[in-house]
């Protein structure tokens, strides 16, 4: 090291996911320094299993509230450290610690605060006076009277903040019974957003990273199966360069940037003759994220690394899959095994496992066969 060089490193705030397996693998390819706090009562995804990780301080919490103390720990002036978070509970946390923390770390919002727009109305909002195309929506509290609300259907139900619901909390309603009927369902998540049901041809998972230089979409995940079906995660798809979808991305700049919002991020849109509707921005690292990493473009190290060079011009198509997920279509009889298999060796991203770091997924298959031997 250059005598008075900053030295850099990574802070994630991460949950056993492969939300932050996705980070930690990018980083590591890149020889990137990285810290890992790391919130969950057990480990399922055995996120810490990582090569990536074996040099690395791995804290485990089971509250956010838990992450200070750490954090207080971490505090180095020796050290560039940058906190990337990888569930929105994180990300609200440390939005509201921000002014405490950016002193000390290069946070996301860099001091400032993101505040309401972790709220799926507000984003809207924005992005609508953004020059986007946004679905009609409507705020909506689970104690009122479904009959004062003026709405076409079918809506789309979902929680107005994720960090309040659940994927189980979205719906796909064609009737004011049917609204009724997944309100009665049992749940935490009191306030919703009431939003026309656009009723895709496919969903666009845009994958991007905004720096202290620019803001980079490398590319998007058109989803070619989800699971469950229309309103699930992304089960097979596959990766394109932006220069292949007619989404306006200097509007997406345009948001961020209103947003004051830095570090990994993805914006997804659901396509409808030939119209790109937003659906919402995710102020933090998703799984999908590494399927850009391995179509050339690693955003995190490139966040980490602003002068870092990607050679733009060489990010190509890449097939993703959950094999997980996806295998359920054959279980379920939904798709052939031949078909399946086909799509499984034309996958060059698999999400829950890394043949360049095979651990946490060993560990897993480890742990389900002890469990089901009962030993």
Not at 263 to 276: T, Y
Request: aromatic share 10%; net charge neutral.
């Amino acid at each position: 090291m250059i005598m008075g060089e900053i030295r850099q490193q990574a802070i994630i705030i991460g949950d056993s996911t492969n939300n932050t397996l996705s980070i930690v693998r990018s980083l590591g390819e890149a020889n990137v320094a990285q810290t890992l706090i790391l919130k969950c009562d057990e480990d399922t995804c055995f996120v810490a299993e990582s090569k990536y990780l074996k040099k690395s301080k791995v804290y485990r919490i089971c509250k956010i509230e838990e992450c200070m103390s750490i954090l207080e720990r971490l505090k180095d002036e020796d050290w560039e450290q940058s906190i990337i978070c990888s569930f929105d509970e994180a990300a609200v946390f440390i939005d509201k610690k921000e002014p405490v923390l950016s002193p000390f770390f290069r946070t996301p919002a860099r001091g400032k605060q993101i505040g309401k727009l972790f709220n799926k109305d507000e984003q809207c909002k924005l992005a609508e006076k953004c020059g986007l195309t946004v679905p009609k929506s409507i705020k909506f509290h689970r104690t009122e009277n479904i009959d004062n609300v003026d709405f076409d259907y079918p809506v789309l139900l979902k929680p107005l903040n994720s960090t309040q619901g659940e994927k189980g909390d979205i719906h796909i309603c064609r009737s004011k019974v049917e609204v009724e009927a997944a309100l009665a369902i049992e749940s935490h998540c009191a306030d919703f957003i009431l939003q026309e049901f656009i009723d895709k041809e496919y969903e666009i998972d845009c994958i991007g990273v905004r720096t202290d230089k620019e803001m980079y979409v490398a590319g998007g995940v058109r989803k070619i199966r989800h699971y469950p079906r229309l309103i699930g995660a992304g089960a097979y798809g596959q990766f394109r360069p932006m220069e292949d979808f007619d989404i306006d991305v200097g509007c997406v700049e345009k948001f961020l940037e209103q947003a004051n919002y830095y570090g990994p991020f993805s914006v997804e849109f659901l396509h409808r003759d030939n119209k790109n509707y937003f659906m919402e921005v995710n102020f933090r690292n998703e799984g999908l994220a590494y399927v850009a990493t391995a179509a050339g473009a690693n955003l995190h190290a490139l966040y980490l690394k602003p002068d870092m060079k990607i050679e733009k011009n060489r990010v190509h198509r890449i097939y993703m899959m959950n094999y997980s997920l996806d295998f359920l279509y054959v279980k379920n009889g939904e798709l052939s095994l031949w078909t399946w298999i086909r799509d499984l060796l034309r996958t060059r991203c698999f999400i829950n496992i890394n043949l360049k770091d095979l651990n946490p997924t060993v560990c897993y298959y480890k742990n389900k066969i002890k469990q089901k031997l009962h030993l």
